[in-house]
DNA sequence: AGAATCAATTGACATATGTCACATTATTGC
DNA sequence: GCAATAATGTGACATATGTCAATTGATTCT
């Protein structure tokens, strides 16, 4: 097997316990793909008919409200990313998928991971975890919205993902956590002053 | 089959294509509860042993912050619930769930489950899609959070769940979309007033 | 039915945050 | 390397909302 699937297989059979014949049954199906910064991945009104597993990168999810991006997502180096409703109900996405820095990825088309499930229950029970994945995605999303003050908002994000602010810019921090950039410019300016 | 379980059985089989004969198997596991107002099914540090379908009744899910109760969820008639993560992954909620009337409910263990699984492997996918449902929630909800004044928020609300306002005491309400009740009483006022 | 408890309303006030405007600093592209 | 563009930082100001307190209204329980 060359060595760029070696940690999409990693990851996998961390998930779950996946006998190295079955993952080695699926290889056909991956697609190494290299995107630029500032490409998408998905687009709103499109259907997503692919998961991706980044090898490298960094990509942000946001829709368009009243005309402004709003961020729900940001995904790095080792995690998979799709336009997850869109994905498994095949209907049009409501959200856009951004690469912030350019970016490989591992992609798996939906037709492929179904002929998967044909071939082995394991893929089966993965889509499931997949699916629990994105359940506590959104429940610490809900968690980071629900503090009230904006200082509190970013502290915790700052303890919970500290990755993502070293790497992205403070105004795509700001629509993520739900207050405007100027507010969380002097948060920031705020709390490096107590250190 | 009693009559009892014919709407749990047309709510899953709504859900999932289910030969009769599969869910007749099933109902041996099944156990018909009732509910008082302001009983739990769940409360925090324990584990949630019971997926709860409501035949009757109004739950609310609520989580403590610093001391204050926060709403996460209104779950009333012909819909499941239960601390998600807790169930699934077999570890100590960190949530409430209360009867705000009093409820007749179908409990099914995780045992049970578990079991069906074994039997038939609709009960995995019905699995899958329940944490699917789950996840919409969330999704909802984060929309709800989003919202930027109490009064769009509340608006909201009263257009995607208006029986919950209906139901709902306008505390627990505030509570659920983030305000104070305070102001979600004015947002009332003010609402009612330009009709 | 009446007492007691709980829920909702309303006023006064302090404040966190959004918005606009402009200055400053980084980053990008040629 | 330099111009152009984008990102970030700051000040001034208006306002939505939280908090506290007091009142009114609704439920509950014996």
């Not at 799709?82 to 498994?88: D, G, I, K, L, W």
């Not at 207050?179 to 920031?188: A, D, F, G, P």
Request: include cysteine.
């Amino acid at each position: 097997m060359s060595t760029e699937f070696q940690d999409i297989k990693s990851h996998i059979t961390n998930l779950i316990q996946m006998n190295e014949e079955v993952f080695n049954l699926a290889l056909g199906h991956f697609t190494l793909k290299h995107i630029k910064k500032g490409d998408y991945l998905v687009t709103e009104g499109t259907i997503a008919k692919h998961i991706a597993y980044i090898r490298k990168g960094l990509f942000r999810t946001f829709y368009l409200k009243d005309g402004n991006e709003v961020n729900t997502c940001f995904c790095m180096e080792n995690s998979m990313t799709t336009s997850h409703e869109s994905f498994v109900n095949k209907k049009a996405s409501t959200e856009y998928i951004q690469a912030l820095e350019d970016a490989t990825i591992i992609s798996l088309s939906h037709e492929s991971l179904l002929s998967l499930y044909e071939s082995n229950s394991e893929w089966v029970e993965l889509s499931r975890l997949l699916t629990e994945v994105e359940c506590a995605r959104l429940t610490e999303r809900i968690k980071a919205l629900s503090f009230e003050t904006a200082k509190e908002k970013y502290l915790h994000l700052l303890t919970s993902q500290p990755k993502v602010i070293q790497r992205v810019s403070i105004q795509h921090i700001a629509s993520y956590i739900g207050v405007s950039r100027e507010t969380l410019s002097r948060v920031r300016s705020q709390i490096s002053q107590l250190q």
